[in-house]
Each structure stands twice: as structure tokens, then as C-alpha cells.
């Protein structure tokens, strides 16, 4: 195992109003909450989309930890469909402070590099707007895809903070 230094940048939303593009996708794509969200699919969603990028953290979760996280009240699963095959997804959470998170967001191998990531960011921020956020916000890394940070801040978001960590990988 390799010891690779990561920097984790965080960028937020702080009005719906700087929301920019992203708001359409080709007709045979829908994003929907997917409630009840059942551990195989949560674990599936997690371990594809994050495959390439070391999301490592949830995938020893039971499904009894799967389903209190879930279950908790503030943590929402929307999943991309491409006709009834699952392509991407975000988790949302809302924080005691007002604010919504995603927590998690991306899509998965076969569809990457599709345009598909701006329009479910777009999807993910508006949601979050929706459900009365006072601000919403997420962060992601230097093992993230390429183009997430890129995405981010085309989107509207603004960086407010950045740590560096190592991992082994």
C-alpha cells in the first residue's frame, strides 16, 4: 500500500439564485427520490459510483446500518434512471444549523462523460433549495473524478475551505 496525500476542498451555495446551468438531460433520463431506499441498493450505489474514487468509509455498513442511516429523518437517497438502469445518484442531508449537504453525488462508469454530471449537480442543489436550505454545500478531493470540482464551481458553488489528508490506497 502506497500513502498518497489528498487535499479535500469545500465549497458551498448560499443562494439559489447563483445556481447556473445544468438543467437539462436528454428526455430518457429522471431523477427520483428513491424512498424506501433499500440497503442493496444504497450499498450498490456507493460501491459503483465511488469505486474509482476511495469511498471506502460505508462499505463494511450492515444493512441495519444502512437502514438507520437512512432512517435517520434528514438523509434523503434521489437516483438518476436511465429508463428503469440506475446512472447516478446523490444523498442529502440536512444539518441541525439549517443547512443541506450532499453528502455523496456522482454517476456511474457507463455513464460518465455525458454531460450527465451537470445536470444531476443541478438536480442534487436544486432539491436541496427545495427542501429549504439555508445553504447548501459539500466537499470533495483529489481522488474525486477530474471534472467534480470543475463542475462545482460552474454550477454557482464557491470554495470556503480546504485541508490536506493522507490515505493509503
Not at 446500518?65 to 438523509?75: D, F, K, Y
Not at 438518476?80 to 454517476?107: M, N
Not at 470533495?140 to 473524478?145: E, F, I
Request: with cysteine.
Amino acid at each position: 500500500m502506497a500513502t498518497v496525500e489528498v487535499i479535500r476542498t469545500y465549497v458551498e451555495m448560499r443562494d439559489p439564485r447563483d445556481l447556473r446551468g445544468g438543467t437539462s438531460a436528454p428526455p430518457e433520463f429522471r431523477v427520483s427520490q428513491e424512498e424506501p431506499c433499500s440497503a442493496e441498493l444504497y450499498r450498490f450505489l456507493y460501491r459503483e459510483v465511488g469505486r474509482r474514487y476511495h469511498w471506502v468509509d460505508r462499505l463494511e455498513w450492515t444493512d441495519e446500518q444502512i437502514a438507520e442511516h437512512l432512517g435517520r429523518g434528514n438523509v434523503t437517497i434521489w437516483v438518476l434512471r436511465h429508463g428503469h438502469e440506475p446512472a447516478g445518484y446523490f444523498e442529502l442531508v440536512g444539518h441541525d444549523d439549517g443547512s443541506v449537504e450532499i453528502a455523496y453525488f456522482g454517476l456511474l462508469q457507463d455513464f460518465l462523460g455525458r454531460g450527465l454530471g451537470k445536470y444531476l449537480l443541478a438536480a442534487a442543489t436544486r432539491q436541496a433549495w427545495q427542501v429549504g436550505a439555508n445553504r447548501v454545500w459539500l466537499h470533495t478531493c483529489t481522488l474525486d473524478h477530474p471534472a467534480a470540482l470543475p463542475n462545482y464551481l460552474a454550477r454557482g458553488f464557491r470554495e470556503f475551505k480546504k485541508e490536506t489528508y493522507t490515505v493509503e490506497t
